[in-house]
T-cell receptor, first 112, second 112 residues
Framework: EAGVTQFPSHSVIEKGQTVTLRCDPI?????LYWYRRVMGKEIKFLLHFVKESKQDESGMPNNRFLAERTGGTYSTLKVQPAELEDSGVYFC??????????FGQGTRLTVV | DQQVKQNSPSLSVQEGRISILNCDYTNSMFDYFLWYKKYPAEGPTFLIS?????DKNEDGRFTVFLNKSAKHLSLHIVPSQPGDSAVYFC???????????FGTGTRLQVFP
């Protein structure tokens, strides 16, 4: 069974540019989450999809971040325009239920 | 305001000995706790979990203990192996939310 896949694994962009991260969850998992880890700190929740609907987006830092989940399958997280403080590792996770989440390998975003 | 705290950023243990990783939480609404293990350049991997109605859960070399009155949980690894060297994250969730609240992680190093 394929796990959670994230693209790209690394991205280096200049401040003010746009970046789109993609996540392909495990097939059949209705729940999809985005998390972020900044500078070795805790892994912080960004938002949660159930199928194509946003269930909870309380962790989204500001309106420069836009997440979508097309048809309840893959998800994208767009940052526009990117700022220096957006640098970090963005993790996507999927889950068949409310507790045990399976994480992707993460996308390391560096904004210079 | 960090609801899940891992106060030890690192731990070094000799192979064959017991590793004890600690985690404290502040939110009494948390009803499910998880430990994740993370290797460099990989996403967190689920290790073991415990419901708040239990005080112990065991899976092979890994045991999680929960002390609700102290709002404290711990992960015991015995015997420790070099392959256990990784960053361990404690996470918690409550019945009215599906998001995981993570601690900052503890880096475990198991040396021969």
């Amino acid at each position: 069974e394929a796990g959670v896949t994230q693209f790209p694994s690394h991205s280096v962009i200049e401040k003010g540019q746009t970046v789109t991260l993609r996540c392909d969850p495990i097939s059949g998992h209705d729940n999809l989450y985005w998390y972020r880890r900044v500078m070795g700190k805790e892994i912080k929740f960004l938002l949660h999809f159930v199928k194509e609907s946003k269930q909870d987006e309380s962790g989204m830092p500001n309106n420069r971040f836009l997440a979508e989940r097309t048809g309840g399958t893959y998800s994208t997280l767009k940052v526009q325009p990117a700022e220096l403080e957006d640098s970090g590792v963005y993790f996507c996770a999927s889950s068949p239920d409310r507790v045990k989440a399976f994480f992707g390998q993460g996308t390391r975003l560096t904004v210079v | 305001d960090q609801q899940v705290k891992q106060n030890s950023p690192s731990l070094s243990v000799q192979e064959g000995r017991i590793s004890i990783l600690n985690c404290d939480y502040t939110n009494s609404m948390f009803d499910y706790f998880l430990w994740y293990k993370k290797y460099p350049a990989e996403g967190p991997t689920f290790l073991i979990s415990i419901s708040s109605i239990k005080d112990k859960n065991e899976d092979g070399r890994f045991t999680v203990f929960l002390n609700k009155s102290a709002k404290h949980l711990s992960l015991h690894i015995v015997p420790s192996q070099p392959g256990d060297s990784a960053v361990y994250f404690c996470a918690a969730t409550s019945y009215n939310t599906d998001k995981l609240i993570f601690g900052t992680g503890t880096r475990l190093q198991v040396f021969p």
